[in-house]
């Protein structure tokens, strides 16, 4: 391996208390990959995407973003680093306009930092960079509005947005699509395919019309563990995802069928 | 197209701002230079010279309530050890040890301010939130007691005086006069205010608001909350200095109760009535401020229970102050709609009068009979003679209080109605227009 993976996760673990909430998990995501993350409820998902951006440090294991460690690292200097992530509960800052939203976010990649000695009116390549960002989420017309006065779909838009908005190489995006209806819904990952170009995307979701359409690898993850990783039709071919997971899936599909052809 | 046709919109709607702001940073200077030639009496400009003061603090005490959600029990603290600095420095440059033009005095309380915000904030801004105040109210307590402990330098029970004429006067200004010193603190106001406005422009002044309304994705899109907030503290510490310093120039001694818990109560309560969701908020706060510290308190000694009043129904029903409902007014009104709402403002003020009357006839007998029980049960309120022991004089008060109290009632719910009405349709033009563009 001469190359660095942009993410690696080497035997993570993570204990709340006694509870062992993930159990020794290996991932290597090449750079520029789409990797869904699915598995059932309770099975880890969100916590591993705390544990990479650094909102809870691994209780064992090493985190390598491009090959450097990160275990254990302040979420912001995990974000200077190039990892940027999204919420399942729109995480937004509530009183600021969507474009002062966007603009917070491309702040610290440009290089302001703290400044106080200098304008941000005249912080043309920020100001650009969160016009950009803007209208590639499509909310341009909603420029002025209060982020807690947009619409549902408007916030995870935004939610989205502020995540991509600094430039982060890898993006971790935690249930992006949650919540949305059928039709919101496609537009959201044409939405979400375009945000990410060239960059490494690793996203929880539960939509398996998303998580195959969207997808270069999948990662299965139940109760802690990494049951399988590997491109859809492998995963989808494989016996024991099918079991553990997709069987349940299907098993409900059939069930909800059943009922409804009884109903008629 | 779309994306060129926004920015020229974008850029004539700066343009405009552009020429509003200049009227109201010009207008806010007027004011500053005419005031004391329109109030004549030293008494007058006395409170001028205290309001431009307690703006400044009142302002500086936002950046950390309204900007960044901190809510400060102590910040009397900072604007206090700058008074005191700074009536140290006075009484150098009077003895002859520091030279230093007195006009720069107040940059030593501020620089105290800041000083003392940098090693005490430290600790302080480690917590956000209810740790957050627990500690600023802690620290303020040592301070205090610190403040008797070191007689030496805080002057003990008698405070520390000092006298402003010292060193070379320049072009003939001594600061004796008080009309002198006021223009000395007009100029620092106005320096002071179009400062802390140009923070909120800036960088860290946006992650500031940042901070305040969501401090865990801050963390996630590369920023240090303790940092922002820190950085928040030592610039509000600076400000507060400064206002210290020219109270100290102003009243000539600095007592140790500048830096209690009763100042700092003060700042808070003010900056909140005025409005903190507002930048300008905290100034109509310290004229408030000032003018019931000095005018209230000599109209009627129930004064502090005024204040307690007002404050919980400004808490109750307009939580973002006096400024908020200016600007929601100034909303409506942009839209052409405030008419319909002005004659109800005029009964509702008259049945606010009621009550004011009402209440306030009740409880200025009640302080009557508690403290000027010797002078007898008559008095006078608002010129209106009453006896305190009287039942007619009760009677009238209790009527005039509940009338006041169902008439409001009654005139509120209707009023809310409207207004409610006059918001939605606010709203479906905006969305209209949105449309539209």
């Known amino acids: 391996m001469s190359q660095a993976h942009a993410l690696e996760l080497r035997q993570i673990s993570k204990s709340f208390g006694k509870t062992q909430i993930i159990r020794g998990v290996d991932l290597a995501v090449k750079a520029g990959e789409r990797v869904a993350v699915?598995?059932?409820?309770?099975?880890?998902?969100?916590?591993?995407?705390?544990?990479?951006?650094?909102?809870?440090?691994?209780?064992a294991g090493e985190i390598l973003l491009d090959g450097q460690r990160i275990d254990g690292l302040r979420p912001y200097e995990i974000n200077r680093r190039g990892l940027a992530r999204s919420f399942q509960v729109s995480n937004l800052f509530s009183r600021l306009s969507v474009f002062e939203n966007l603009r917070c976010a491309v702040l610290w990649g440009m290089g302001y930092r703290y400044a106080f000695w200098r304008f941000l009116a005249d912080a043309r390549d920020a100001n650009e960079r969160a016009e950009q960002v803007m209208t590639m989420i499509r909310l341009q017309r909603r420029r002025e509005v209060l982020a807690m006065n947009l619409t549902y779909a408007e916030q995870r838009a935004l939610e989205i947005g502020i995540t991509i908005a600094g430039g982060s190489n890898v993006i971790l995006?935690?249930?992006?699509t949650a919540g949305m209806s059928h039709s919101e819904t496609a537009q959201f990952v044409e939405l979400i395919r375009e945000v990410t170009v060239g960059r490494t995307l690793l996203t929880v979701e539960h939509d398996m019309g998303v998580v195959f359409g969207l997808a270069d690898k999948i990662a299965?993850?139940?109760?802690?563990?990494?049951?399988?990783?590997?491109?859809?039709?492998?995963?989808?071919?494989?016996p024991r995802v099918k079991e553990a997971y997709l069987g349940s899936v299907?098993?409900?599909?059939q069930a909800d069928s059943v009922r409804s052809k009884g109903g008629s | 197209m779309a994306m060129a046709e926004n920015v020229a919109a974008t850029a004539v709607a700066s343009s405009r701002n552009m020429n509003w702001r200049w009227v109201i940073w010009g207008g806010y200077a007027l004011v500053l230079i005419v005031a004391p030639l329109l109030w004549r009496s030293s008494l007058s400009h006395t409170m001028l010279s205290q309001m431009g003061i307690a703006i400044v603090a009142c302002l500086a005490y936002n950046m950390l309530l309204g900007q960044g959600g901190m809510l400060s029990f102590g910040h009397a603290v900072y604007s206090g050890l700058g008074s005191f600095f700074a009536i140290h420095a006075l009484n150098m440059v009077s003895g002859g040890q520091l030279t230093l033009p007195v006009s720069l005095v107040p940059l030593v309380g501020g620089l105290a301010g800041m000083v003392f915000a940098v090693l005490l904030g430290y600790v302080t801004t480690k917590k956000a939130g209810t740790p957050f105040a627990m500690i600023t109210l802690g620290i303020g307590e040592l301070v205090f007691a610190m403040s008797l402990m070191f007689p030496g330098f805080f002057g003990g029970e008698g405070g520390i005086s000092g006298n402003r004429v010292a060193g070379k006067p320049l072009f003939g200004i001594t600061f004796g006069p008080q009309i002198e010193l006021y223009y000395l603190i007009a100029l620092y106001t106005f320096v002071c205010t179009a400062a802390m406005f140009a923070f909120t422009r800036t960088p860290l002044g946006r992650m500031l608001n940042a901070v305040r309304d969501n401090p865990e994705r801050v963390e996630f899109i590369g920023y240090d909350t303790q940092f922002v907030r820190y950085f928040a503290f030592i610039a509000s510490g600076f400000f507060m200095g400064i206002a210290g310093g020219l109270g100290a120039m102003n009243f000539e001694i600095v007592t140790a109760e500048v830096v209690g818990a009763a100042r700092s109560g003060a700042y808070l309560l003010f900056t909140f009535l005025g409005g903190a969701t507002f930048f300008f908020g905290p100034i109509i706060g310290a004229v408030l401020m000032v003018l019931a510290l000095v005018l209230l308190s000599e109209l009627t000694l129930a004064w502090l229970l005024w204040l307690g009043l007002i404050f919980t129904f400004m808490v109750m029903y307009a939580p973002g102050g006096?400024?908020?409902?200016i600007m929601m007014n100034l909303r409506v009104a942009a839209f052409g709609k405030l008419k319909p709402l002005l004659p109800w403002y005029l009964v509702l003020g008259v049945a606010a009068l009621m009550i004011l009357a009402g209440g306030g006839a009740m409880i200025e007998m009640v302080y009557h009979l508690q403290l000027n029980q010797a002078l007898g049960p008559q008095m006078k309120f608002l010129g209106v003679p009453l006896n305190a022991h009287g039942v007619g004089s009760w009677a009238a008060a209790a009527l005039l209080l509940l009338a006041g109290i169902v008439l409001f009632e009654i005139l509120r719910r209707r009023f809310a109605r409207l207004w409610n009405r006059i918001q939605e349709e606010i709203e479906d033009t905006v969305r209209q227009r949105e449309a539209a563009a």
């Open chain 1, 250 to 253: 299907l098993a409900e599909q």
């Open chain 1, 173 to 176: 995006l935690d249930e992006p």
């Open chain 1, 38 to 59: 699915i598995g059932p409820n309770g099975a880890g998902k969100s916590t591993l995407f705390n544990l990479i951006s650094g909102r809870f440090a691994p209780s």
């Open chain 1, 220 to 238: 299965v993850l139940v109760y802690g563990e990494v049951l399988a990783f590997d491109v859809p039709e492998a995963v989808r071919a494989d």
């Open chain 2, 322 to 325: 006096i400024a908020s409902l």
